[in-house]
Nanobody, 115 residues
Framework: QVQLVESGGDLVQPGGSLRLSCAASGSIFSFYVMAWYRQAPGSQRELVARIIPGGSTFYADSVKGRFTISRDNAKNTVYLQMNSLEPEDTAVYSC?????????WGQGTQVTVSS
């Protein structure tokens, strides 16, 4: 069983930045595949970014060049640095972990981009 706790969501103006954090339980975090998803009102959940144990990353086209996913295995934490935020980035952002052939979700954190 893996527990995920996100933080960092907030209201930010267009062009601003936020950093989301997701702390995971467990002693083998370095082996987890970690990802961030988001879901805007009336839309399907979409994959934003993913990082595998070796450090390779994947980004959705809509966030390439603006968002950066990273992990700190010593702190059991994955981050999502979001720059140049746009109103279209407004959504609930959820952390996802794949470990031991199972998937786990965090509770989500709200990001609102508005002037």
């Amino acid at each position: 069983q893996v527990q995920l706790v996100e933080s960092g969501g907030d209201l930010v103006q267009p062009g601003g930045s936020l950093r989301l954090s997701c702390a995971a339980s467990g002693s083998i975090f370095s082996f987890y595949v970690m990802a961030w998803y988001r879901q805007a009102p009336g839309s399907q959940r979409e994959l934003v970014a993913r990082i595998i144990p070796g450090g390779s990353t994947f980004y959705a086209d809509s966030v390439k060049g603006r968002f950066t996913i990273s992990r700190d295995n010593a702190k059991n934490t994955v981050y999502l640095q979001m720059n140049s935020l746009e109103p279209e980035d407004t959504a609930v952002y959820s952390c996802y972990c794949f470990a031991g052939q199972r998937g786990y979700w965090g509770q989500g954190t709200q990001v609102t981009v508005s002037s």
